[in-house]
């Protein structure tokens, strides 16, 4: 299944013997090594022990706010010319690209990526989630990005898309704080049930039933790993406490979540 199913091992914080983050499942995607690693690198492969969160099987690794190597396509922020689909590019993706890249620029911005990026409703995912994944894959901090950085991004969102179909059960196209709860579990991280309804209420479209939609879902998860990334780097000890000024907390955030 995706990812691995069973109940994950017991280990210490961070991947020894048990510990405050959990344990991440022992074979993403249910197999013994996972897949390969894509042109990007780390940008949307998942891994065992992953750079954020608690290094959930299957759960995407893109690095939030960093990059991977360059594509094998060429050099990335080059865009490549329409016809043949460049090794290394998501098929899928291509097409999508070319749809939305109205101006035939070869690059895409936060409005012609809003048009290739929808719920299972067929909504439009929302301005922050987009401008989340945009500014993860812009290595030249232009606010857009070409083939090769869309073809990046569309590997990274199907693979929580996957993750995201997997606990919406009953193909309402949200998960409720029940399922939510069920997937953080999954993916090693050791929060309350309580905490989960909580991000739900948070994140609910207003007027629907209570539930997070996939682009919420990708949004939520993305920034708890940095966060969890940015807890790590200050509990030194590893005990799942730590002590931070004011200042300190502002700045993570701003880092992180900004």
Same mark, same amino acid.
């Given at each position: 299944g995706y990812p691995g199913g069973g109940n994950p091992p017991t280990r210490a914080p961070y991947g020894g013997s048990s510990g405050p983050y959990g344990p991440p499942p022992s074979a993403p995607y249910g197999g013994a090594s996972g897949p390969p690693r894509g042109p990007y !690198?780390? =940008? *949307?492969?998942?891994?065992? &022990? +992953?750079? @954020? %969160?608690?290094?959930?099987?299957?759960?995407?690794?893109? $690095?939030? !706010?960093? =990059? *991977?190597?360059?594509?094998? &396509? +060429?050099? @990335? %922020?080059?865009?490549?010319?329409?016809?043949?689909?460049? $090794?290394?590019?998501?098929?899928?993706?291509?097409?999508?690209?070319?749809?939305?890249?109205?101006?035939?620029?070869?690059?895409?911005?936060?409005?012609?990526?809003?048009?290739?990026?929808?719920?299972?409703?067929?909504?439009?995912?929302?301005?922050?989630?987009?401008?989340?994944?945009?500014?993860?894959?812009?290595?030249?901090?232009?606010?857009?990005?070409?083939?090769?950085?869309?073809?990046?991004l569309w590997d990274y969102m199907q693979r929580w898309r996957a993750m995201f179909q997997q606990y919406d059960r009953d193909h309402s196209g949200s998960i409720s704080g029940t399922e939510l709860h069920q997937a953080l579990t999954q993916m090693g991280y050791h929060l309350s049930p309580q905490f989960s309804e909580l991000l739900v209420r948070r994140f609910s479209v207003q007027g629907a039933r209570p539930g997070i939609q996939l682009d919420h879902f990708i949004q939520v998860c993305t920034q708890l790993q940095s966060m969890t990334q940015a807890f790590r780097e200050k509990d030194t000890s590893m005990t799942g406490n730590i002590r931070l000024s004011y200042e300190d907390f502002l700045a993570g955030a701003i880092v992180r979540l900004m």
């Open positions: !690198g780390g =940008y *949307g492969a998942p891994g065992q &022990g +992953g750079q @954020y %969160g608690p290094g959930p099987g299957g759960v995407p690794g893109g $690095p939030y !706010g960093s =990059y *991977g190597g360059q594509p094998h &396509g +060429g050099p @990335y %922020g080059h865009h490549a010319s329409a016809g043949n689909i460049p $090794p290394g590019v998501n098929p899928e993706a291509y097409q999508w690209f070319h749809t939305v890249d109205t101006d035939r620029s070869g690059f895409i911005n936060l409005r012609e990526l809003k048009q290739a990026l929808v719920n299972s409703n067929w909504s439009a995912f929302n301005d922050e989630t987009c401008l989340m994944m945009l500014n993860m894959f812009d290595k030249t901090r232009s606010g857009q990005i070409d083939l090769f950085g869309f073809s990046a």
